[in-house]
């Protein structure tokens, strides 16, 4: 019987992982998977994540079940990072508004949201493209119809008409799927005057807003990136919203995240949350624990959640250098647009390179990227920034 599957294409960006390793050259760059890196190039595990996880290990004394919506300590304590503790908005959940559950990665959180958003009735998902690829996976194999719209100009700003006329064309059945901050691929973020717009045309229409948030902390701060989701649930009645820590804890492999629902008032969450566990029972039964208990070791304790902020600072300070480098080259290389990396957030830029330019850049330079002309900006750094203008002075002549 399995004989009938035909094969999968492979995970483009694991092909070139393969061609970068067997790459010899010694000043050879990696701009295509898509994890922070230091200056030195490494991925270290977060200091603060090493002392939440020592503390674990003294301190837990079950690794019993817990229940499909996993460490609801480590849910809340993340809460108000997300959220907000303001009491004129109700705190972090909105007085009784809000509540989520633990799932495996941003990307179990992105598909239980799709997955709840089916059996309440959703059957189309409006979406900006280019996205992260396995939103379109995740929206197919559940038969979720994806209706796209660009996501960014080529001046390299969001697309606010092209998204607030989805918003205002959808009908009951419809959602919107949006990227909360340092959208992935493009880097170009909504700005607060456009967040304000798309939060009004939210709360005019039947469209059900599921924002994802997988960067949370490395585009201005964990405040500044937060704007967006704040300011879109203070203006509606319901909403999802899929969190990962796989990244701004640096816990990639351990799988680690979060879907919160915003329901009308605090009794309609109950049969929200049933949903979402008798979903996420039929999928995983429960989310891997350790992850999400070395975060929650790290939120508990002041020491360490402040390890973790100046961890988060470095990166993200990192990141704007090297962003402030390329901006700085716009006129070496002209035809890019690398001045607007300046303005955009987080791991992610796309330059508009053709294939052959970007073949060039790999066979010539040692320099990979994905074919799409993403780059991770965290593969860049001091040492190597030079020699990637250079190479893209080469190509682009
Ligand atoms: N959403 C977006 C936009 C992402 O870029 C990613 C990770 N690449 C995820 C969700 C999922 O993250 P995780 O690794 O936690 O599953």
């Known amino acids: 019987m399995l004989d009938r599957l035909t094969a999968q294409a492979p995970d483009a960006l694991l ?10 050259r010694a000043d050879k760059i990696d701009l295509g998977v898509g994890v922070y890196r ?36 480590f849910v809340h304590a993340l809460m108000p990072y997300i959220f907000g503790s303001d009491p004129a908005t109700g705190g972090p959940t909105m007085d009784g508004r809000i509540e989520g559950m633990q799932t495996p990665g941003g990307t179990g959180a992105v598909r239980l949201a799709a997955a709840v958003a089916k059996a309440a009735g959703v059957t189309r998902i409006h979406m900006g493209t280019p996205s992260w690829p396995n939103h379109a996976q995740i929206l197919s194999d559940l038969d979720l119809e994806l209706v796209g719209f660009g996501h960014a100009t080529p001046e390299g700003a969001a697309n606010i008409k092209a998204v607030l006329s989805a918003i205002r064309d959808a009908r009951d059945g419809d959602a919107v799927l ?18 304000d717009q798309i939060a009004a045309a939210l709360a005019d229409s039947p469209v059900l807003a599921i924002l994802d948030v997988a960067y949370h902390g490395l585009g201005h701060g964990l405040e500044e ?28 492999r351990d799988r680690v995240g979060a879907l919160y629902v915003l329901a009308k008032d605090a009794g309609a969450l109950d049969p929200i949350l049933s949903n979402l566990n008798a979903l996420a029972r039929a999928s995983w039964s429960m989310p891997p624990d350790h992850g999400g208990a070395a975060v929650r070791m ?29 901006a700085a080259a716009d ?8 001045a607007a990396l300046a303005d955009q957030n987080g791991l992610f830029a796309m330059l508009p390179l053709s294939k052959e330019q970007i073949a060039a850049l790999r066979d010539d330079h040692a320099i990979y990227m994905a074919g799409s002309g993403r780059i991770n900006i965290a593969g860049l750094h001091a040492g190597n920034t030079d020699k990637f203008i250079a190479a893209l002075k080469a190509v682009a002549a």
């Open 298 to 326: 790290v939120l508990e304790d002041e020491g360490r959640t402040q390890m973790w902020l100046d961890e988060l600072e470095d990166m993200r300070s990192r990141m704007r250098r090297v962003r402030e480098r390329l």
């Open 331 to 338: 006129n070496e290389v002209p035809g890019l647009n690398l």
């Open 178 to 195: 949006l990227h909360g901050c340092c959208h992935n691929p493009t880097g170009v973020d909504y700005t607060h005057e456009e967040w």
């Open 225 to 252: 990136d937060a704007y967006g989701v704040r300011r879109v649930l203070g203006a509606l009645d319901e909403a999802l919203v899929a969190y990962s820590c796989d990244k701004n804890f640096g816990m990639y």
């Open 38 to 73: 230091t200056n030195e190039g490494a991925t270290p595990v977060f200091k603060a994540i090493k002392a939440g996880e020592q503390a674990l290990i003294d301190e837990q004394q079950s690794k019993s079940y817990l229940g499909p919506e996993g460490d609801l300590g």
């Open 15 to 24: 092909a070139l992982i393969k061609m970068y390793a067997a790459d010899d």
